[in-house]
């Protein structure tokens, strides 16, 4: 059994410019950060039976890769030539569908196990391209690359995105005063709202793809906006400007709901208009591709009073740091490994 561990994560700025409808125009721009929660893939190859067996928050048993419903299960066992005798299980420390790119978490952790599985040991860019080609590629998603490349770095992270798609990584190294300052005043607070991220970029998708449209302009400027925000706000972070930040989170969110009228709902709105007046906050915006999922708020002082209210309207605040390592094994059990000595895997062999 192989156990991999890989980051959630959080984009900054430059969200949206990562999609190829942009990035083959004008180059992408991402900067994020990865969580200290994760998802976590177990792969195994069982010593009785030929089947494939999938558990994540269903469960298949089929004869046949091809007959898999799970697309990025499917096609990471076909590129990896599994044809049966398989078993993949998954585990999350967060839902679905609520914007931190859970399934390139899921696809990113799987692909590595199966490097591990075969002793193929790839460099990280080569891994984030591999499933940056079975989602855009292969199953032709409307999503863009940086999920990909941050559940696969994680850490406070720099993406350039040349026309041609090829991606430039440069990752930061902030002092533990500098995260904690950061992580203290950047809140994050689950809305309890899921949506698919296809869905709502799709607006964005077909407005960058179709010039003639009369939603071109509008959209294409909304990401110029945000790609020129996305470098200011890097320049905040590495100065240590943690109120700059906040200030610009609230321009990056302005910017964002003109990319579709799907980013964001009317109780967000009031909260957001909200928690601006009564408690200092300088800006927030809905993590991911909107509609949903966590909500993101930069708050200057009073922290204690802003969680209470939140919580009072059912957003619970989540606690988190900054996970500076990407998607890694974490376990490695029986058929020629070592014995793992991790806590986790000694979890794992007594739940098998």
């Known amino acids: 059994m192989i156990v991999t561990r890989t980051p959630f994560r959080v984009t900054l700025g430059g969200g949206g410019t990562d999609l190829p409808s942009y990035y083959s125009q004008h180059g992408g721009f991402i900067f994020a950060m990865g969580l200290d929660k994760f998802m976590y893939v177990m792969v195994n190859r069982p010593v009785i039976g030929r089947k494939i067996r999938l558990h994540y928050s269903q469960a298949e048993t089929v004869d046949r890769v091809d007959d898999l419903r799970h697309?990025?299960?499917r096609e990471a066992l076909k590129a990896h030539g599994i044809e049966d005798a398989f078993e993949v299980a998954s585990i999350a420390d967060l839902p679905a569908g609520t914007g931190l790119g859970s399934s390139s978490c899921y696809l990113i952790g799987l692909l590595n196990a199966l490097h591990h599985d075969r002793r193929d040991y790839v460099p990280l860019q080569t891994l984030a391209e591999e499933a940056c080609h079975i989602e855009l590629d292969v199953l032709n998603e409307g999503i863009g690359k940086q999920d990909q490349y941050m559940a696969?770095?994680?850490?406070?992270?720099?993406?350039?995105?040349?026309?041609?798609g090829k991606v430039n990584v440069r990752q930061l190294a902030?002092?533990?005063?500098?995260?904690?300052?950061?992580?203290?005043h950047t809140h994050i607070y689950y809305t309890g709202t899921e949506r698919d991220a296809r869905e709502v970029l799709a607006d964005q998708n077909q407005a960058m793809q179709r010039k003639d449209s009369v939603d071109h302009a509008r959209v294409a400027d909304s990401l110029h906006r945000i790609k020129d925000l996305g470098h200011r706000i890097l320049e905040a972070v590495e100065t240590s400007n943690f109120d700059r930040w906040g200030q610009l989170l609230d321009e990056h969110w302005q910017a964002k709901k003109k990319l579709s009228?799907?980013?964001?709902?009317?109780?967000?709105?009031?909260?957001?208009?909200?928690?601006r007046q009564r408690f200092e906050v300088l800006g927030g915006k809905i993590i991911g591709a909107g509609g949903g999922g966590f909500l993101m708020l930069y708050c200057g002082r009073q922290h204690a009073a802003l969680e209470r209210y939140m919580a009072d309207r059912g957003m619970p605040r989540m606690h988190y740091t900054i996970e500076p390592e990407g998607t890694k094994v974490v376990a490695q059990i029986g058929h020629g490994f070592p014995a793992a000595t991790q806590p986790f895997a000694d979890a794992v062999r007594e739940s098998a």
């Open 71 to 73: 697309e990025l299960a």
């Open 152 to 164: 696969t770095y994680g850490g406070l992270t720099v993406l350039d995105i040349a026309r041609d």
């Open 174 to 184: 902030p002092s533990s005063s500098d995260i904690a300052e950061f992580v203290a």
């Open 261 to 275: 009228n799907k980013i964001t709902f009317s109780r967000v709105d009031e909260i957001y208009d909200d928690v």
